[in-house]
């Protein structure tokens, strides 16, 4: 199953443990595949970086460049197209639609699901036929 993972999940799961930590050791595991862009990646290094300073006792950088190692990189042209209430939520949901001509081996569904706390995000669920669910929510539903 194809996923893409929001900052606020994987920061979660480095730094928290609890059900964003499930989802990115069901990654790490080769379970599920992660689906990134490059803002994507861009967002999750800035983020790291500022949080990583003030948790010097995890090794962020580390952590964080080897689940990108293993995430699958898609490139999209153009700007994403503004969609949700805020708009740097726009580049996952431009990941999901970008998927269209991928393989994603599970037939249920169209695109990959996005996962993420993210309020502005899961409002949009059902979006142009994509599911976007908490970390909780996809271990409960989906696995």
């Not at 699901?113 to 271990?139: E, H």
Request: aromatic share 6%.
């Amino acid at each position: 199953m194809s996923v893409i993972i929001d900052t606020n999940v994987v920061v979660s799961g480095v730094f928290a443990g609890g059900p964003p930590q499930q989802v990115l050791s069901l990654v790490h595991d080769g379970e599920l595949t992660m689906l990134v862009t490059p803002p994507i990646v861009a967002e999750y290094r800035r983020t790291f970086a500022k949080l990583g300073a003030r948790t010097p006792w995890v090794d962020a950088p580390r952590v964080l460049e080897e689940l990108i190692g293993l995430a699958h990189h898609i490139e999209i042209r153009g700007d994403p197209p503004r969609i949700g209430r805020d708009p740097n939520d726009d580049m996952f949901i431009s990941c999901a639609l970008a998927t269209e001509w991928l393989d994603l081996q599970d037939p249920e569904y169209k695109r990959p699901l996005i996962v993420t706390g993210d309020k502005d995000l899961l409002v949009l669920n059902g979006y142009a036929g994509i599911v976007i669910v908490t970390p909780r929510v996809f271990l409960d539903r989906h696995l």
